[in-house]
């Protein structure tokens, strides 16, 4: 107010009246504010990406502190340290490659015209089109300035290395787990083929040792059957050679009646049969020989069995 033209008198082109109302355009405008803003000394410099490890957190750290305060986007994270949970340092990153900066270089020395000092207002349109061409250059370039300290940050970060060396082992260990899965499998489907193979194996010898059994077992009793039937042939035949009143009228037994009775008998009827004549001596049949009284009631024994057979 100490310089307003009604208390200086010196009119509203006065120079300095006219520089305080610029100066209280520029700060009530945001647009206009953030583009003064823009040109006061800032350090456009980032790391060269060979610096030593162990200055990391505190190089990059202190410059990404510094190009967030062109941030449009506030609150603006930090680098952080170390010990930062993975997913915080993801989300510094996912931040930054999203980063929107409200930096104008509309005041830059870029602008090769001043639009205040047009003739006309189609020369200023004119004047405020080439200023923009360089402003916009700039306003790439240093966009391509933040990419650039991202990519940086984002290869010579260990945490990020440390997360995909874990991420990468995780990965191979659960192809292990798979592969040795998928390899369990086969190999438990395979001894399950070869278990199936081996038991239809295993029962079909079962089944050709049974039917040897079982024919066997037929011989055994059919050759005890004919050991018995020869007994009863020797002692019929010596039976019928003693000469008894009452046996001497009975017609005489031939060797295919006994037979006949011993086949269709089985081998527990043969030997009952065996055990009428008594106690037989000799081991073999033609050894073979008994009683009188045996040989009578063995004789006895086979006519009935023949006739029963007979009849």
């Not at 980032?46 to 202190?62: C, M, S, V």
């Not at 189609?122 to 300290?149: F, H, Q, Y």
């Not at 010579?156 to 990468?168: H, I, W």
């Not at 001894?191 to 079982?214: F, L, T």
Request: charged share 40%; with cysteine; proline share 4%.
């Amino acid at each position: 107010m100490s310089y307003h033209p009604d208390k200086t008198g010196r009119g509203d082109q006065d120079s300095v009246f006219l520089a305080i109302q610029e100066a209280h355009d520029n700060l009530v405008n945001p647009e206009k504010r953030r583009a003064y803003d823009s040109q006061n000394e800032f350090d456009d410099a980032i790391p060269t990406g060979n610096e030593k490890p162990a200055r990391f957190y505190q190089l990059y750290g202190d410059c990404f502190v510094l190009n967030g305060r062109f941030a449009a986007k506030t609150p603006v994270p930090e680098l952080g340290g170390d010990d930062a949970p993975i997913e915080e340092v993801y989300a510094f990153y996912d931040y930054w490659e999203k980063f929107e900066s409200w930096r104008n270089f509309e005041f830059s020395e870029e602008r090769e015209h001043n639009p205040d000092q047009a003739n006309s207002r189609e020369e200023k349109r004119w004047m405020i089109k080439e200023n923009m061409k360089g402003v916009k250059n700039l306003k790439k370039k240093d966009n391509a300035r933040v990419i650039t300290l991202v990519e940086r940050a984002r290869q010579r970060d260990p945490r990020l290395a440390r997360a995909a060396a874990a991420e990468k082992d995780a990965k191979a260990a659960k192809k292990q787990a798979k592969n040795t899965e998928k390899y369990a499998a086969e190999n438990k489907a395979k001894a399950d083929k070869e278990a199936a193979e081996q038991a239809a194996k295993d029962a079909v010898e079962a089944e050709k040792e049974a039917k040897k059994s079982i024919k066997a077992d037929k011989e055994k009793a059919k050759k005890a059957l004919r050991r018995v039937r020869a007994f009863l042939r020797k002692l019929a035949a010596l039976a019928q050679e003693w000469v008894d009143p009452g046996v001497a009228k009975l017609p005489k037994l031939e060797e295919w009646d006994v037979d006949a009775v011993c086949e269709a008998g089985d081998m527990a009827k043969a030997e009952d049969l065996l055990e009428a004549f008594g106690p037989v001596e000799g081991d073999k049949p033609d050894e073979a020989t008994a009683s009188k009284e045996g040989l009578a009631a063995g004789l006895a024994a086979l006519r009935a069995a023949h006739a029963a057979v007979k009849a």
